[in-house]
C-alpha cells in the first residue's frame, strides 16, 4: 500500500518509484470560515511481478523410491507451496520440501497418477502463480521375485550358459552369486555344477524385486564305470552310472533318516525330525547336492 497526501494551494509533492498507480478524491474543509477544495491523492506502489523459469515435469520412479519435483524463479522472496491433486502438502514422512522450490515424495502405490503443481507468491501484493497442469507421478510396482524350479539340469557336452538359465526362467531377471548385493553374470559366463544362482526380477520399467530367488545348476556329465576291467564266461560284474541327476527314491535310498511326507507335482518333500540351528541347517541342505533347498517351519502351528 502507498501513502495519501494533501496537495494545498499550488504546492506540489513528488513521490518516486519505478512502478506507480494513483487514485483521486476531492473533499472539502474550512479553516475561520473560508471554505477549501483541496484533492487527496493515494498512491499504490507495484512491485515486479513473480516469473517463473519452467514449470515442473512429469517423474516415473519405482515404488519406494523418492521423486523429485523443482521450479526455479529470479523472484528472490518467492513463497512456495507444492500441491498434490488440488491440495496444499506439508512436511511430513511422506513429503519434505513442501515449501521450497524442491519437492521430494518418498512414493508408495497410492501415489501413482498423482498431479503436481507449485503455487509461487510473494509477502508483497503481486498476484501469485501456479505452474501448469498435468505433470504427473508415475509410480511403478515393483516385481515379485520370479518362481524357480530347484534345479535346472543342462548336459555338459551343450556348454550351458547364464543365457540358457535365464531363458529357462522365462522374463526379464538378472542371475548373481550372492543373495543381495553384487554384480549381475554375464550371459555368456558359463554354468557351474551344483552352483546356487540368485535371480531377481525385473519390470518393463525396469524396476527390481526386492528379494531374489534361489536355484541351483546341475550339468549332467554321465560317467558309466564298472567294477570290472575283464570277466570270465558266468562271472557277475557291477555297472554305475555318475553324473546323473538323482531321483526322489534315490535320494530316499541314500538319506534314510529324512522322511518323506508329500509329493506335490514334480518335487518331494522330505522331513528330518531334528532341531538344529539355521547355519547347521543350510549346510547340511548345501551338502545334499544339488535340487535340494530348505523349508524352515517357524512354529508348531506350522509343523502341525
Request: aromatic share 10%; glycine share 6%.
Amino acid at each position: 500500500m502507498g501513502f495519501g497526501t494533501m496537495i494545498a494551494s499550488n504546492s506540489v509533492v513528488k513521490i518516486s518509484s519505478s512502478r506507480m498507480c494513483h487514485a483521486k478524491s476531492w473533499f472539502k474543509y474550512s479553516i475561520s470560515g473560508r471554505v477549501f477544495l483541496n484533492r487527496f491523492i493515494m498512491f499504490r506502489s507495484f512491485h515486479a511481478e513473480i516469473s517463473l523459469n519452467g514449470d515442473p515435469v512429469s517423474v516415473q520412479v519405482c515404488e519406494g523410491d523418492d521423486a523429485t519435483f523443482s521450479v526455479d524463479t529470479p523472484t528472490t522472496d518467492a513463497i512456495f507451496q507444492w500441491i498434490i491433486d488440488g491440495v496444499p502438502v506439508v512436511n511430513n514422512s511422506t513429503f519434505s520440501g513442501t515449501k521450497t522450490n524442491s519437492l521430494t515424495i518418498n512414493t508408495n502405490n497410492e501415489l501413482n497418477g498423482a498431479e503436481i503443481k507449485v503455487l509461487i507468491s510473494r509477502p508483497t501484493y503481486a498476484c501469485p502463480i501456479e505452474s501448469i497442469g498435468g505433470v504427473i507421478l508415475t509410480v511403478s510396482q515393483i516385481p515379485d521375485a520370479p518362481t524357480l524350479n530347484p534345479i535346472y539340469t543342462y548336459c555338459n557336452s551343450d556348454v550351458p550358459t547364464i543365457e540358457d538359465l535365464k531363458n529357462d526362467i522365462g522374463g526379464s531377471v538378472g542371475v548373481y552369486l550372492s543373495s543381495t548385493g553384487g554384480n549381475a553374470l554375464a550371459d555368456d559366463t558359463q554354468l557351474v555344477h551344483d552352483q546356487t544362482y540368485y535371480v531377481e526380477a525385473y519390470s518393463t520399467e525396469g524396476c527390481v524385486s526386492l528379494t531374489r530367488a534361489e536355484t541351483d545348476a546341475f550339468i549332467s556329465n554321465p560317467e558309466l564305470l564298472s567294477s570290472e576291467t575283464e570277466i570270465c564266461d558266468g562271472e557277475g560284474v557291477t555297472l554305475t552310472v555318475n553324473g546323473v541327476p538323482q531321483t526322489a527314491q534315490d535320494f530316499a535310498n541314500a538319506n534314510p533318516d529324512f522322511e518323506r511326507f508329500v509329493q506335490f507335482e514334480s518335487s518331494s518333500y522330505f522331513l528330518k525330525r531334528e532341531s538344529m540351528t539355521w547355519t547347521n541347517a543350510y549346510n547340511l541342505i548345501q551338502s545334499l547336492g544339488a535340487g535340494a533347498s530348505m523349508y524352515v517351519i517357524n512354529s508348531k502351528e506350522e509343523e502341525d
